[in-house]
């Protein structure tokens, strides 16, 4: 009975991506690569003493903030966490750090990625951070669409007080 209600946590969670699942899949994980790479990185020279102090600093502060934005846009967001589109009924959430940014998970996931990018100063990680970031966005239209056709007018008073990204 217990493994039941495991999937049906698991099926609320991950829900419908609001654009094609290659392209979300694939951003998805250039993403989640280049901060492993990162944060994988940033363990293994931490022992090194170099002339990159300053650029270690710049690249954990952006991170850190990042990580901050993501705890209050969950906190804000609640059991209305959804990977994807939620199929079941939800409401529109707009409280908490959702009155700065329409999509400030969005916004910590550049933050990671800008972060890596500072830090490991790698062409390969700017065509991550890149390619995450151009398909993020595609997502974000997606789910604006979504957003306008489920919830009307209240969204589109919310767009006009809120900014898509900062």
């Not at 946590?9 to 419908?16: D, Q």
């Not at 022992?47 to 969950?74: H, Q, R």
Request: aromatic letters at 14%; glycine letters at 8%.
């Amino acid at each position: 009975m217990r493994h039941d209600n495991v999937l049906k946590t698991i099926r609320r969670f991950i829900a419908h991506p609001p654009i094609n699942t290659s392209l979300y899949c694939s951003g998805k994980v250039a993403g989640y690569a280049l901060w492993v790479w990162y944060l994988i990185s940033l363990v293994f020279r931490a022992g090194e003493f170099s002339n990159d102090y300053l650029i270690t600093s710049i690249s954990l502060t952006i991170f850190v903030g990042g990580l901050i934005l993501v705890l209050l846009a969950l906190v804000s967001l609640g059991r209305s966490t959804r990977i994807g589109l939620p199929v079941e009924t939800t409401r529109l959430r707009t409280g908490g750090v959702y009155q700065l940014s329409r999509n400030p998970m969005y916004v910590a996931f550049t933050m990671f990625s800008v972060a890596a990018v500072v830090y490991l100063r790698e062409p390969v990680s700017i065509l991550l951070a890149v390619y995450s970031t151009t398909v993020h966005h595609f997502i974000i239209l997606g789910e604006e669409e979504f957003l306008r056709r489920r919830f009307g007018g209240a969204y589109l008073d919310y767009t006009r007080r809120v900014r898509r990204y900062l």
